[in-house]
């Protein structure tokens, strides 16, 4: 398997045909993977906001002076009104805030950027990013698309790539009924395959003023396993979320 960044992609602005510029820049094959940063999706579809945007109701000025208190850091609350707006549910509000967005990912300040995001002060993910990469899908000469973000894990350090939104593909690989090496069926393991694939890509996107939003996946092969359309976990089957739903921060 091969992984390449897409070279010379100009800075990205709403209304651009992102796959038409993709597509410009590297000769695509059919069963190429395509990776795309939730940064570049978001401008093109006018995600960027100012922070005026988003005036602060009571219930976000109070998170922001809760969160101003613990963290000795002044907070805006119009930055807390945005994530209010953004998620379904807070799962968390301290000492940070951990949401559910509309299209089902958990993460926190319901993954808005405040980075990247010149003439503006936010930068919101995109609304329904398996449709974003459906369009992209339907400007390439590639039949797979991932939309990726980064964000952080419970009990480890620092950020890695996730998928957010995909076409052409399933997310998961389903290696239930398969037996292991010792003849022993698997009874739970499905491969978040797109995962994966968008941790990989973002070794090779890099991170800071020398990223780039764009990596092509060659040469990977699904093998013959099942797919598995599920992603994010349902609210039922949740049980970090539940007990993260009782639990409250001690100051």
Request: no cysteine.
């Given at each position: 398997m091969e992984l390449f960044a897409v070279p010379d992609l100009?800075?990205?602005r709403e209304g651009d045909d992102l796959g038409a510029l993709i597509d410009d820049r590297v000769d695509l094959r059919p069963d190429d993977v395509v990776c795309v940063a939730s940064t570049v999706v978001s401008k093109v579809e006018g995600r960027a906001f100012d922070l005026d945007d988003f005036p602060a109701g009571p219930r976000a000025r109070e998170i922001a002076a809760r969160l101003s208190e613990?963290?000795?850091?002044?907070?805006?609350?119009?930055?807390a009104q945005a994530v209010l707006e953004e998620s379904t549910e807070v799962i968390m509000d301290a000492p940070f805030l951990l949401t559910e967005s509309r299209f089902g990912h958990v993460g926190v300040n319901a993954g808005i950027d405040r980075s990247n995001v010149p003439g503006h002060d936010l930068l919101l993910l995109p609304e329904r990013p398996s449709?974003?990469?459906e369009r992209i899908r339907s400007g390439l000469s590639a039949d797979r698309v991932l939309v990726t973000d980064t964000c952080g894990r419970p009990f480890r350090h620092?950020?890695?790539g996730v998928a957010?939104?995909?076409?052409?593909?399933?997310?998961a690989r389903?290696?239930?009924g398969e037996a292991?090496?010792?003849?022993r069926e698997l009874g739970v393991t499905v491969e978040s395959v797109a995962d994966e694939l968008a941790a990989a890509a973002n070794l090779v996107a890099g991170e800071g003023?020398?990223?780039t939003p764009v990596v092509v996946v060659r040469d990977f092969e699904w093998g013959d396993h099942g797919e598995h359309d599920a992603h994010f976990r349902d609210v039922d089957g949740d049980l970090i979320r539940q007990a993260v739903r009782g639990w409250e921060f001690d100051e």
């Open positions: 100009p800075e990205i613990i963290s000795g850091d002044e907070k805006d609350p119009r930055f449709d974003s990469a620092g950020q890695r957010i939104g995909w076409a052409g593909m399933a997310p389903d290696w239930r292991d090496r010792d003849g003023d020398g990223g």
